[in-house]
């Protein structure tokens, strides 16, 4: 089905008809047909919503949405490969168990052992069922050759909306490349098995950088050393600092249960030393400082993934600031009882504001008190900022920990997950948390055999393929996108428009680089690829102008296209109030600026204005 269905999509070329103009082709297409994939790429991990209904229907539930997607963003749409998999588990298992009712038991996947486990644990937690109800199943995947990996986890039908919420909370999930891979291992026909990387088996996609599958390939054996290698560079850490997620979203959730485990180690330390920890005091919060990504908030929310719960100061300002530091003394007072923090998560800059939250006095007050501060560079990326301090000198306060989806920029094409976790080579905390995180991943071989790197091998290739000219790409994206945001400032029919060099509110007009984030730009760096704009609803109608707007439509960002997205309807159409009381307008637009020519997307954002004006 899914292939058929592709199929009718996909541009028949070979991989070096890669061209403009292909993609541009191709993006004209995707402008106009509802769910399609974009790219054209069996793994694309966009899909297209050319019309603002399209994505207040996605967000219904309604039919004539649904029955268009061919995929979706693949943490909120299960992608057809990943449903194949989890349909021919649950066929088999149900087999051996006929006395099972049909329709009772569903099936999900974890990309390893310990994550199943995890999974499990996290069904259980707060149900009514038992130890038994919900299991873990691998019998019929069991191929080390492979890197498979992949686990099964059976359980009652009634929890599949908690299973989705840990697929998407978490984003520990198992990519198209690992389900497609282990569907065909189920289908007992070796001669369709691929090897975990294959140039000639994956389907193609347009970029305007040229990089294609044929140029140099890298095959898992050099992968991972090439992106370890890479991101090591960029970011001035060890590489044996550099983790490995299945998504951007992993690696918040890996950094999660790193400061989870350091802090459990120092309580643990503390009670060996004779030291009473009183119970207020043995179970860490999580501290989200700013408006964030919408799943980085819920993952703190969730009691099963942190039991301390989650202090949330909205705005990341001035009066936030004052807030978390009289949050961090009373966690420290052993009289009190407020829970202690195991670590402070935010962005920078913010997705969707672009604010960029003040590092050196958020650093200044975490380190009195040996809390980590996490940091999420997806947006800036780290071909822009060093958040290390690697340029500034040894004093430099920044993040102890840098999470990145390298699903965005990095990779560029929107055909690959994974995610990555950098831990600060110069931080007073680097040997607990460096500790912290090789548990983990220790933890899992001693489970199962066969090192799981964080990533499926060909996903790892297809990233570092990808990478391969990101620098390069996110320096012209840099370019394009501040001719673009003068353009629009130039235009008006706006209340707010949100860039980190350059933005227009109700409070001010400041035409220059932020100094928050001009404090940890590099000296090649620039202001990255994300805008916001609100417009004044009294001169401009936002849903004429997203229809009429002649760039690629839907979620996820960091792509080698222009990607625009109403973003608080497809974010937070439940919440769009809460959204609003945190500065978010409901009807707020968000583009990711790529690399088409600045004259296009500026005539093209033009023509959309005019035809909105009311």
């Known amino acids: 089905m899914w292939s058929r269905r592709i199929a009718t999509w996909l541009p028949r070329r070979s991989a070096a008809a890669a061209s403009v103009r292909s993609l541009s082709a191709e993006l004209r297409l995707s402008r106009e047909r509802l769910g399609q994939p974009i790219p054209l790429d069996e793994h694309a991990c966009s899909v297209s919503m050319p019309m603002w209904d399209d994505v207040v229907g996605y967000e219904e539930g309604c039919e004539r949405v649904k029955a268009a997607l061919a995929c979706g963003y693949p943490r909120f749409v299960y992608h057809p490969h990943v449903e194949k998999l989890c349909a021919s588990l649950l066929s088999r298992h149900l087999k051996k168990r006929p006395s099972v009712k049909p329709g009772s038991l569903q099936c999900a996947v974890a990309p390893n052992f310990l994550s199943a486990l995890r999974l499990r644990d996290f069904l259980l937690e707060g149900t009514r069922f038992q130890d038994d109800d919900v299991y873990v199943y691998s019998d019929d995947l069991v191929n080390h050759r492979l890197q498979m990996h992949v686990h099964g986890v059976m359980y009652p039908s009634e929890l599949a909306q908690k299973a989705k919420a840990f697929w998407q909370h978490t984003g520990e999930v198992v990519s198209s490349r690992q389900a497609h891979a282990a569907a065909a291992q189920l289908a007992e026909n070796t001669a369709t098995i691929t090897p975990p990387f294959c140039a000639e088996h994956r389907v193609h996609c347009a970029v305007a950088s040229g990089v294609t599958d044929d140029a140099g ?19 001035g850490a060890h590489k044996a600092d550099v983790h ?29 030393a ?22 980085t908030l819920k993952l703190c929310e969730r009691p099963e993934l942190c039991p301390g719960g989650s202090s949330f100061f909205k705005f990341g300002h001035e009066q936030d600031l004052r807030e ?7 966690a420290a007072d ?24 003040d590092l050196h006095r958020l650093k200044s007050l975490l380190q009195e008190h040996d809390v980590p501060l996490v940091v999420d560079d997806t947006i800036a990326n780290f071909a822009n900022v060093d958040l290390f301090g690697v340029e500034k000198g040894a004093d430099f306060l920044g993040a102890d920990i840098i999470v990145t989806s390298l699903t965005k920029l990095f990779s560029g094409r929107g055909d690959a997950m994974g995610g990555s976790m950098v831990i600060n080579p110069k931080s007073r905390l680097h040997k607990d948390l460096s500790f912290a995180a090789d548990v983990d991943r220790m933890s899992n071989l001693r489970l199962e055999e066969g090192c799981w790197e964080g990533l499926y091998p060909s996903d790892a290739a297809a990233l570092y393929l990808n990478s391969r000219d990101f620098e390069a790409r996110s320096q012209r994206i840099n370019e394009t996108a501040l001719d673009l945001v003068q353009h629009i400032a130039d235009t008006g029919f706006f209340k707010s428009l949100y860039y980190p060099a350059l933005t227009i509110t109700e409070d001010g007009d400041h035409r220059s680089i932020d100094p928050l984030y001009a404090r940890y730009m590099k000296a090649s760096g620039g202001a990255g690829s994300l805008f916001s704009v609100v417009f004044d609803e009294e001169k401009l109608c936002p849903k004429t102008f997203y229809d009429c707007l ?62 909105a004006r009311r």
């Open 550 to 611: 002649a760039y690629s439509k839907g979620p996820s960002l960091g792509t080698n296209f222009t990607l625009c997205c109403p973003y608080t309807i497809l974010a937070h159409y439940t919440e769009l109030d809460w959204a609003e009381e945190c500065g978010v307008a409901r009807s707020l637009i968000r583009v990711s600026v790529g690399l088409e020519e600045p004259d296009f997307l500026k005539q093209a954002w033009t023509t959309a204005v005019e035809a």
């Open 244 to 272: 490995f997620t299945p998504s951007g979203m992993g690696a918040v959730s890996f950094a999660l249960r790193v400061a989870q485990e350091a802090f459990e180690r120092r309580v643990k330390a503390a009670e060996k």
């Open 334 to 357: 052993p009289s009190d009882p407020t829970s202690p923090v195991c670590a402070v998560f935010t962005e920078f800059p913010s997705n969707p504001l672009l604010r960029s939250p």
């Open 217 to 235: 390939g890298a095959g898992p054996a050099n992968a991972f050393e090439g992106l370890r290698e890479s991101i090591a560079g960029f970011t």
């Open 324 to 330: 978390l530091e009289a949050l961090l003394k009373r």
């Open 274 to 295: 004779g030291e009473r920890v009183p119970p207020s005091k043995q179970v860490p919060q999580a501290v989200v400082f700013g408006f964030p990504y919408l799943d």
